[in-house]
């Protein structure tokens, strides 16, 4: 949360409730689960963050309050190994299904960004590529300029 804050980048805290409250963090992002099971009393103070594979998922996030969905896993990823991916048309399904910014997972490189976007997401979620790549600032800036592009 320091390391964060000192260089003014938004921290979202993933699963724990107990340690968001402990930090008293802003964000919260949980998996649809454990967004069902938490009192809603206790997820007041948070701004509100999903995991969803599914319209039907989306749409119960955001009646759960959650102000942003991740929808994946949209491509072949190593952290899904031998799971068909669910595509694009998934995608845009569940951009369209929600009022709230979806975030597309899964798979994302400079390769398929520009159709993940094409496809209605906000925006995209990445972790295997940075763990994979030389120069997080370069593959940073190929994704930039395949959105640019056109």
Not at 1 to 8: A, F, P, S, T
Not at 49 to 64: I, M, N, P, T
């Amino acid at each position: 949360m320091d390391i964060c804050g000192k260089y003014n980048v938004r921290c979202i805290l993933h699963n724990f409730v107990n340690s968001a409250i402990e930090l008293n963090a802003e964000y919260i992002h949980l998996p649809l689960g454990i967004l069902r099971e938490t009192d809603k009393n206790i997820l007041s103070g948070f701004k509100i963050g999903s995991s969803c594979h599914s319209v039907k998922d989306a749409k119960e996030a955001v009646s759960l309050g959650a102000e942003y969905i991740t929808a994946g896993h949209v491509y072949e990823t190593d952290c899904k190994k031998g799971i068909v991916p669910r595509g694009t048309l998934f995608l845009k399904s569940v951009c369209e299904s929600v009022d709230v910014p979806v975030y597309a997972i899964g798979g994302i490189s400079p390769e398929n960004i520009k159709e993940t976007i094409k496809a209605g997401a906000d925006g995209v979620c990445l972790m295997s590529s940075f763990m994979k790549c030389e120069n997080v600032s370069a593959y940073m800036e190929s994704l930039r300029k395949e959105i640019e592009s056109d």
